[in-house]
């Protein structure tokens, strides 16, 4: 049998036969491993639209926790000097200084409120004073002079702690605009 004369036809004795044809399977791809131009330019524009978004949901992640921790420090505060009154025998006082930002017990480490966070207080007359500070003063017995701090979001929703004057409990509850 010579290579001229094979049955299967190569080299083809028709030249034409496979002229004008690619070696693509159906449907015009060929099988080879990658990614078309199309497929690339839909990740790039998803990954684009995610770090996009990415600022918007940082900001309000750490905004809401700089709430969470300044209504977990006020309220904590509060209920520390009631029961260092109660534990101590002695007035301890809740100092709120609405101007400066500021918290905490009299003599004791003061805390700061974040700029975009809001504080309004209540509290009895004899308890505040000329330099805009505010107090509430919690006796030994148990009981307060009574009254209330509001920690407030820019959206204006928040949290009112409020302390019982007769009791010196602390109780909160939620603020709506």
Known sequence: ???????????????????????????????????????????????????????????RLHESAQYRDTVRAVLTGLRAARQQALSESREVRFAVHLAERRFGIEGGPQ??????????????????????????????????SGGSVDVIRPSGSGVRLRVDWFSGRVEQEPLTP
């Open 1 to 59: 049998m010579s290579a001229t004369s094979s049955s299967a036809g190569w080299p083809p004795s028709q030249p034409h036969a496979f002229a004008g044809r690619a070696s693509f399977p159906r449907g015009g791809r060929s099988k080879s491993p990658g990614f078309t131009l199309v497929e690339l330019l839909v990740v790039i524009a998803i990954v684009a639209l995610i770090a996009g978004l990415m600022p918007i949901a940082f900001s």
């Open 111 to 144: 805390h700061e409120a974040p700029e975009p966070l809001e504080l309004r207080a209540v509290m009895a007359a004899q308890e505040s004073g000329s330099n805009g500070e505010m107090a509430i003063r919690f006796l030994p017995h148990g009981g307060a």
